[in-house]
């Protein structure tokens, strides 16, 4: 039976049907979809993790004691799991281990734009990538009997328009894979010096066996055409070639970017006067064809910036300018990213910004709280960055910082790796606040649950983190709940806490507005109280706007939160059931 799937659905049909029985992740754009895409599949044991190391590790204690188990992250994850990864190359698998990394070429929904593929070559793991939904599930089931027959776990590099863009899937049944038996092997998968240097050994003559199959692995194939101009490309950048230059061009496609053929690559081309190396992002494939002596055309002619585009490529390659677009006369207004109506987070950074606090930040929904009229997050750099930043910041300016610095993190960004850099404040006496923004859901990546939540990925009721007591317990005295849309309640205690000479932590709770079990009702109204003072347009919020100059609500966008109630000084707005 053939169905139109996502990418990221096609790599968990793969997953299933290869007969993976543990599948452990950390949601993260644009790889979430392939953990949320098995939870039909009863047969799997499925979870979200804290973090991608431990999702990682998870994976590996399964694939060591014998089942087939995979990890699934975005390419910032990686850099997570990267520890792991690399030991894990060492120990060999007994049962398949798969780990699908999700680039983001463009930065759609991420904090910067690296290539994934360096992690296979520094960690000597081969990566299969495919470029179209059937190839995604192809390449998923080969990559579980490739992580066996080689003893290696294997990446499935994917990216943003082939996690997220669909073609026909053909499904057929899952195979009956049983968990092998459980040998205990200390030379094998116990990495001390004295292990590890003969592990080693055996690694590099995988190597040396996985570079000789990819001479000949139908993953790679050529398209010869009759023509002077050869193309090497591979993942979305072959869908973008093949558009732009048809039959025009004979191809290289690699479906195994690492390691990479040489012969292969030479054969093909001596067929072609001008070889071209089509790939986004890093020029990975480019170097490895200039190091055996091919003259390729690469990224002189491409960016090493961003998506590519069919009319880029065609440009480029052939010379032909792109088709002329009709501009229309009207000018649509910028629409940049804003926080939803309702968020919780919205009240937070009105007080932050309110009383002028550096504000440390962190990945997640707000990091809009950088974004005007707000514009209160100081810096974001990566999950958990917040709290060790900040005190780094009052390491360098001086205690007396503190007294205007705080940090904000996410209740899942807190589980993930926020609760180690709380122990460094406590531990190394700094005198921190962090704010922890618990909307009871992790936002961004699409309502998945986390630890704090009491729910599983299959919304099977678990214990739930008591994040008070999880503060109290790695040392913080000074553990606070209150719910910002009180908006004097937390601006006092923000300045309470910010005062004190130790380590605090406040816990912002109000749930997220698009929650099915938040039911905000009614609306807010402007009365005819109004001075048109504009404080309210300072919260930044979609549904107020100015017309005509003066200030007007959208009933169509409004769900009634009350926020604006608390701010209108005049108490001009009022909320109407």
């Not at 992250?73 to 690399?86: C, E, Q, S």
Request: with cysteine.
């Amino acid at each position: 039976m053939k169905k139109l799937l996502l990418g990221n659905a096609a790599v968990a049909r793969g997953a299933y049907e290869a007969g993976v029985r543990v599948v452990s992740s950390y949601p993260g754009t644009p790889s979430t979809e392939i953990t949320e895409s098995m939870v039909p599949y009863s047969e799997v044991n499925l979870e979200w993790a804290p973090n991608e190391k431990v999702a990682a590790e998870v994976a590996i204690g399964a694939a060591i004691a014998g089942a087939r188990s995979m990890s699934c992250m975005k390419h910032v994850g990686m850099n997570v799991m990267a520890d792991p990864l690399f030991t894990v190359r060492y120990t060999g698998v007994t049962g398949g281990l798969v780990f699908c990394v999700a680039d983001d070429p463009g930065m759609h929904s991420s904090q910067n734009e690296q290539d994934s593929r360096h992690y296979a070559k520094a960690s000597k793991t081969v990566m299969l990538e495919p470029s179209d939904s059937a190839e995604c599930k192809a390449f998923t089931k080969a990559a579980f009997d490739l992580s066996e027959e080689y003893d290696t776990p294997v990446l499935l590099r994917l990216s943003t328009r082939v996690s997220h863009s669909q073609s026909l899937v053909e499904e057929e049944p899952r195979a009956d894979i049983p968990v092998r038996p459980y040998e205990k092997n200390i030379q094998k998968h116990v990495m001390m010096p004295a292990a590890a240097r003969g592990r080693h050994v055996v690694v590099e003559e995988g190597q040396a066996k996985l570079a000789e199959f990819a001479e000949t692995t139908s993953f790679n194939r050529r398209e010869d055409n009759a023509s002077d101009i050869g193309v090497i490309t591979s993942g979305a950048a072959y869908q973008y070639a093949k558009e732009a230059l048809g039959n025009q061009v004979g191809y290289f496609k690699l479906g195994m970017v690492y390691p990479l053929p040489t012969q292969a690559l030479l054969d093909f081309a001596k067929d072609y006067k001008t070889v071209y190396v089509i790939e986004e992002l890093d020029p990975f494939i480019e170097e490895h064809c200039r190091a055996i002596g091919m003259k390729v055309r690469g990224k002189e002619c491409f960016s090493l910036l961003g998506e590519y585009t069919a009319a880029q490529i065609k440009k480029a390659v052939l010379g032909t300018e792109p088709v002329k677009t009709v501009k229309s006369e009207s000018t649509l207004p910028p629409r940049p990213p804003v926080m939803c109506a309702g968020c919780p987070h919205r009240a937070t950074f009105y007080v932050l910004k309110k009383l002028g606090l550096t504000v440390s930040g962190d990945i997640g929904c707000y990091t809009l709280g950088a974004v005007a009229p707000l514009a209160s997050v100081d810096s974001t750099i990566c999950m958990g960055a917040s709290v060790s930043a900040a005190f780094g910041m009052a390491k360098a300016q001086g205690p007396e910082f503190n007294k205007k610095l705080v940090s904000v993190i996410g209740d899942s960004t807190f589980m993930h790796s926020g609760i180690t850099g709380l122990i460094d404040i406590v531990y190394n006496k700094g005198a921190n606040t962090v704010i922890i923004l618990d909307n009871s859901i992790t936002g961004m990546t699409g309502h998945q649950d986390n630890p704090t939540t009491g729910f599983t990925i299959r919304r099977e009721p678990t214990r739930q983190v008591d994040l008070e007591a999880l503060c109290h317990a790695v040392g913080v005295d000074r553990v606070s709940v209150c719910d910002p849309f009180d908006l004097k309640a937390f601006e006092a205690l923000v300045k309470q806490e910010v005062a004190a000479d130790e380590p605090s932590v406040i816990i912002a709770q109000h749930p997220c507005a698009l929650l099915k079990t938040v039911k905000l009702s009614g609306r807010c109204v402007i009365t005819d109280a109004c001075k048109n003072c504009k404080a309210c347009m300072k919260l930044g919020c979609p549904a107020i706007s100015v017309r005509d100059g003066k200030v007007e609500i959208d009933a169509s966008q409004c769900n009634g939160c009350g926020l604006c109630v608390g701010v209108c000084p005049f108490n001009a707005i009022k909320k109407e059931d």
